[in-house]
């Protein structure tokens, strides 16, 4: 789990994909515990990074920070952070957000309902960390007794907020 006294570093994706390793392997060394790797759209890809960047390292987690369900589904989500968790046994972190207005402005992608959606994502998410058949009735996603088929996987999920309906 990582606790507000982990050091760790972010990655916002504008440096080259090709620097990732280099960069986890020095934070490593240096002490970071943690590397946050932002998901900006228009960037680069933060579950390729992350695969990069534990891939390079030996104790290294990773958050995937904050992977939006207005740009990816919430089972692609949680598939991808189980995947990873799954190859890096403990090593993994989701961080979930509504994502950046105006590049989803920029991608025609609209988001409706952002606390709604957000708390339904941490739902699906936990659900399907659980290794158990989710059937989930929302507002905003359905899913049909469907599991991930390499669950359970102990997952933190951490929430990205910044308005006050979202803090709240």
Request: net charge neutral.
């Given at each position: 789990?990582?606790?507000?006294?982990?050091?760790g570093?972010?990655?916002?994706?504008?440096?080259?994909?090709?620097?990732?390793a280099?960069?986890s392997?020095?934070?490593?060394?240096?002490?970071?515990s943690?590397?946050?790797?932002?998901?900006?759209?228009?960037?680069?890809?933060?579950?390729?990074?992350?695969?990069a960047?534990?891939?390079?390292?030996?104790?290294?987690?990773?958050?995937?920070?904050?992977?939006?369900?207005f740009?990816?589904?919430?089972?692609?989500?949680a598939?991808?952070?189980?995947?990873?968790?799954?190859?890096?046994?403990?090593?993994?972190?989701?961080?979930?957000g509504?994502?950046?207005p105006?590049d989803?402005?920029?991608?025609?992608?609209?988001?409706?309902?952002?606390?709604?959606?957000?708390?339904?994502?941490?739902?699906?998410?936990?659900?399907?960390?659980?290794?158990e058949?989710?059937?989930?009735?929302?507002?905003?996603?359905?899913?049909?007794?469907?599991?991930?088929?390499?669950g359970?996987r102990?997952?933190?999920?951490?929430?990205?907020?910044?308005?006050p309906?979202?803090l709240?």
């Amino acid at each position: 789990m990582v606790s507000t006294f982990d050091f760790g570093f972010a990655i916002d994706g504008f440096a080259p994909a090709s620097a990732i390793a280099e960069q986890s392997k020095a934070a490593e060394s240096g002490g970071a515990s943690i590397i946050w790797i932002a998901s900006h759209l228009f960037l680069r890809d933060p579950i390729t990074l992350a695969a990069a960047a534990l891939a390079a390292t030996k104790k290294l987690k990773v958050a995937l920070m904050a992977l939006s369900p207005f740009a990816i589904h919430p089972v692609h989500i949680a598939m991808s952070a189980a995947t990873l968790e799954e190859l890096y046994p403990g090593r993994i972190v989701l961080c979930l957000g509504a994502g950046a207005p105006v590049d989803f402005q920029a991608a025609s992608i609209n988001r409706f309902h952002p606390v709604k959606t957000l708390c339904e994502t941490i739902m699906i998410c936990r659900s399907l960390f659980s290794g158990e058949e989710v059937f989930h009735e929302g507002d905003v996603f359905h899913l049909q007794n469907r599991k991930l088929v390499n669950g359970p996987r102990d997952i933190p999920i951490v929430l990205a907020a910044s308005g006050p309906k979202m803090l709240h």
